[in-house]
């Protein structure tokens, strides 16, 4: 009787662990395949504190590295604004946007963002040849709506934008 209440419980951890196991390795999947799949939200305390006070606060995974080099590089003048950064803040702000940038990303969206640029480092990510091609249906006097403002205004249709998730599904254009 004790071979088989130790058989039983050899059995019963055996079939937790092994569920734990498999259930670990699907949500590794799942997790790698949301990573090739949208692209990673911010995970900057510095980046989002001194960028989303003003704007939406832009996905890294939108430009390249070298976009985010001009653009931070351009601090003094940033799209008539002066930043007036530190030196050290600008420093970090731009090594994290240059390691999450489009083409470090593995991100599918950030993949067609590459391909759609051939070579071109844009200052904008309206500019991005393959962004201008997916709002291609949109009227540029729907942009122009007093909810959305302008292109840049992401998270006025996409409302999952800042989650790095920009699927057609989630898109809501606003009326007004």
Do not use: Q
């Amino acid at each position: 009787m004790k071979i088989f209440r130790f058989l039983m419980f050899f059995l019963a951890v055996f079939l937790v662990c092994g569920t734990v196991i498999f259930n670990v390795a699907e949500a590794g999947k799942k997790s790698s395949k949301y990573k090739r799949r949208y692209l990673p939200p911010v995970e900057n305390a510095l980046y989002a504190d001194e960028c989303a006070s003003c704007h939406f606060l832009y996905l890294p995974g939108l430009l390249p590295g070298g976009s985010w080099v001009k653009i931070m590089n351009g601090s003094e003048d940033h799209f008539g604004e002066d930043l007036a950064l530190e030196e050290e803040t600008t420093a970090e702000i731009l090594k994290y946007l240059k390691a999450n940038g489009a083409e470090s990303t593995g991100a599918k969206r950030s993949k067609k963002i590459m391909k759609s640029l051939k070579g071109e480092t844009p200052l904008r990510i309206t500019e991005v040849p393959y962004i201008v091609k997916e709002h291609h249906e949109v009227k540029s006097k729907v942009f122009k709506r007093e909810s959305i403002g302008s292109f840049s205004n992401c998270v006025a249709c996409h409302r999952t934008a800042a989650k790095g998730v920009f699927e057609e599904d989630d898109i809501k254009i606003p009326k007004k």
